[in-house]
């Protein structure tokens, strides 16, 4: 079995299953108990702390709302799984803004991205449900006549699409689904900690579309918006005017922070739990058997695949080189020798893929930077008479520049076609460097 389908399959599921686990812990019961709260003490004005823990504990195991976990454990598992498809272990450059569109409005980005607003808009309704009775679930039908019901079913999932539309953006467009080995590894707790800290959560509120200013932008747009429709089919405007009370724009502002922070631990504990470093063996026990698969279990192996494992393969051989005493077993396989034979297979098996990454490396520097050789003439031949016609020298024409750099050079002209596609600021070298990190932990 090769080493890639060997640590996806040893090591990646189990990591994502706990990942998941983790997720739906923190995610579901956290938020479902805020929620709890707020609907005991703000909507139904108790106060009394053993009838705030009773509810909060029937809440749990409520048969109603255990059915309703679905919906939620539903939009997480989607999220997961999106985060599971489009991670990447070096950073997107785009060499020019049409090449940053063309990303934007490819199918892949723009389906993935649907489903994480539909995700976040069925979170935000579900959170809203929870906190107060006047906001029915989603899946609940609203009483006839009962206008006020769709008018808040439809702010609530306005935001939480907003929100997703946000979160989406940073996620495929700006890099927000690279993953990186932390310099240093803390508990995991300590991590988890720290993403809830207040600073993180400010972060989180400002990244993803729940600060003062884009709230207010998101329910000034939608009541444009909504009143743009009402008078387009015949309606009063003055009916959308009756969303502005206390209750809903609290209820809103409540499922919009709480999103926007799920969505930060989201992401956070996604990247502890993918990247959480690991040893890899130096040798095996096949390494003496002649018939043994070439594709072991061994990091001369991890550190000539490709992906994630590569990264992680490294920065082993990172922690490796340090001077840890826990390595000191782990560094002397390295540096023996075969029996019989006496040859240096461990540490000729580390040397060579990390040389030879820093060999391509350098390679891509060199024809990105330095220009290209022109060819050589060859020299004229040495004519037997003494006196040379100079109409017989001819020149050699450059070769002919293709027709479709032509046209893109000719569109360059034009100041709206240049916008688009100029190269941006040293882009080339910015995506080779982009790569560079398990680079630098092969040099040292």
Same mark, same amino acid.
């Given at each position: 079995?090769?080493?890639?389908?060997?640590?996806?399959?040893?090591?990646?599921?189990?990591?994502?299953?706990?990942?998941?686990?983790?997720?739906?812990?923190?995610?579901?019961?956290?938020?479902?108990?805020?929620?709890?709260?707020?609907?005991?003490?703000?909507?139904?004005?108790?106060?009394?702390?053993?009838?705030?823990?009773?509810?909060?504990?029937?809440?749990?195991?409520?048969?109603?709302?255990?059915?309703?976990?679905?919906?939620?454990?539903?939009?997480?598992?989607?999220?997961?799984?999106?985060?599971?498809?489009?991670?990447?272990?070096?950073?997107?450059?785009? #060499?020019?803004?049409?090449?940053?569109?063309?990303?934007?409005?490819?199918?892949?980005?723009?389906?993935?991205?649907?489903?994480?607003?539909?995700?976040?808009?069925?979170?935000?309704?579900?959170?809203?449900?929870?906190?107060?009775?006047?906001?029915?679930?989603?899946?609940?039908?609203?009483?006839?006549?009962?206008?006020?019901?769709?008018?808040?079913?439809?702010?609530?999932?306005?935001?939480?699409?907003?929100? !997703?539309?946000?979160?989406?953006?940073?996620?495929?467009?700006?890099? !927000?689904?690279?993953?990186?080995?932390?310099?240093?590894?803390?508990?995991?707790?300590?991590?988890?900690?720290?993403?809830?800290?207040?600073?993180?959560?400010?972060?989180?509120?400002?990244?993803?579309?729940?600060?003062?200013?884009?709230?207010?932008?998101?329910? !000034?747009?939608?009541?444009?918006?909504?009143?743009?429709?009402?008078?387009?089919?015949?309606?009063?405007?003055?009916?959308?005017?009756?969303?502005?009370?206390?209750?809903?724009?609290?209820?809103?502002?409540?499922?919009?922070?709480?999103?926007?922070?799920?969505?930060?631990?989201?992401?956070?504990?996604?990247?502890?739990?993918?990247?959480?470093?690991?040893?890899?063996?130096?040798?095996?026990?096949?390494?003496?058997?002649?018939?043994?698969?070439?594709?072991?279990?061994?990091?001369?192996?991890? #550190?000539?695949?490709?992906?994630?494992?590569?990264?992680?393969?490294?920065?082993?051989?990172?922690?490796?080189?340090?001077?840890?005493?826990?390595?000191?077993?782990?560094?002397?396989?390295?540096?023996?020798?075969?029996?019989?034979? !006496?040859?240096?297979?461990?540490?000729?098996?580390?040397?060579?893929?990390?040389?030879?990454?820093?060999?391509?490396?350098?390679?891509?520097?060199?024809?990105?930077?330095?220009?290209?050789?022109?060819?050589?003439?060859?020299?004229?031949?040495?004519?037997?008479?003494?006196?040379?016609?100079?109409?017989?020298?001819?020149?050699?024409?450059?070769?002919?520049?293709?027709?479709?750099?032509?046209?893109?050079?000719?569109?360059?002209?034009?100041?709206?076609?240049?916008?688009?596609?100029?190269?941006?600021?040293?882009?080339?070298?910015?995506?080779?460097?982009?790569?560079?990190?398990?680079?630098?932990?092969?040099?040292?």
């Amino acid at each position: 079995m090769k080493p890639e389908e060997l640590f996806t399959s040893e090591v990646l599921l189990w990591r994502y299953v706990r990942a998941l686990a983790c997720l739906l812990l923190l995610q579901v019961i956290a938020p479902m108990a805020v929620c709890n709260l707020y609907h005991t003490i703000v909507a139904q004005g108790i106060l009394n702390p053993v009838i705030i823990i009773s509810n909060l504990v029937t809440s749990c195991i409520y048969p109603t709302k255990l059915l309703r976990l679905v919906v939620p454990a539903a939009c997480f598992i989607m999220l997961a799984r999106i985060h599971i498809k489009s991670y990447t272990v070096s950073a997107w450059v785009p #060499l020019n803004r049409l090449e940053k569109w063309r990303r934007m409005l490819s199918p892949v980005v723009i389906f993935r991205s649907g489903l994480v607003m539909t995700s976040c808009a069925l979170l935000a309704n579900f959170y809203t449900s929870l906190a107060h009775p006047d906001f029915p679930f989603l899946l609940m039908p609203c009483m006839s006549g009962d206008i006020m019901c769709y008018k808040r079913k439809s702010v609530i999932i306005f935001m939480g699409a907003y929100v !997703g539309y946000h979160y989406a953006y940073k996620y495929f467009m700006a890099n !927000g689904n690279l993953v990186t080995p932390l310099p240093a590894h803390p508990r995991k707790l300590q991590l988890i900690k720290a993403s809830l800290s207040l600073r993180s959560m400010r972060e989180a509120c400002n990244s993803y579309g729940a600060s003062k200013l884009s709230f207010l932008f998101a329910i !000034g747009f939608y009541m444009a918006l909504s009143i743009l429709i009402s008078l387009v089919n015949n309606g009063k405007w003055q009916d959308w005017v009756v969303i502005f009370d206390l209750p809903l724009m609290m209820m809103t502002l409540l499922a919009t922070v709480l999103l926007a922070i799920s969505l930060s631990l989201f992401s956070q504990l996604f990247h502890i739990f993918i990247t959480e470093p690991f040893e890899i063996p130096v040798a095996s026990a096949e390494d003496n058997n002649p018939d043994a698969d070439g594709d072991s279990w061994r990091l001369c192996n991890a #550190l000539s695949s490709s992906g994630i494992l590569q990264v992680l393969a490294f920065w082993d051989l990172k922690s490796l080189a340090s001077s840890d005493p826990r390595n000191l077993s782990r560094r002397s396989q390295v540096f023996a020798i075969s029996q019989p034979g !006496g040859h240096p297979r461990n540490w000729l098996g580390i040397v060579n893929p990390s040389l030879n990454l820093i060999r391509k490396f350098c390679e891509r520097l060199r024809r990105q930077n330095c220009p290209e050789s022109l060819p050589s003439v060859p020299p004229l031949p040495v004519e037997t008479t003494a006196l040379t016609d100079v109409n017989k020298n001819e020149v050699e024409k450059p070769p002919p520049v293709p027709l479709k750099e032509r046209f893109v050079m000719s569109l360059k002209r034009y100041p709206i076609f240049g916008y688009f596609l100029s190269d941006l600021p040293d882009a080339p070298n910015r995506s080779i460097f982009a790569e560079a990190l398990p680079v630098i932990w092969a040099v040292q």
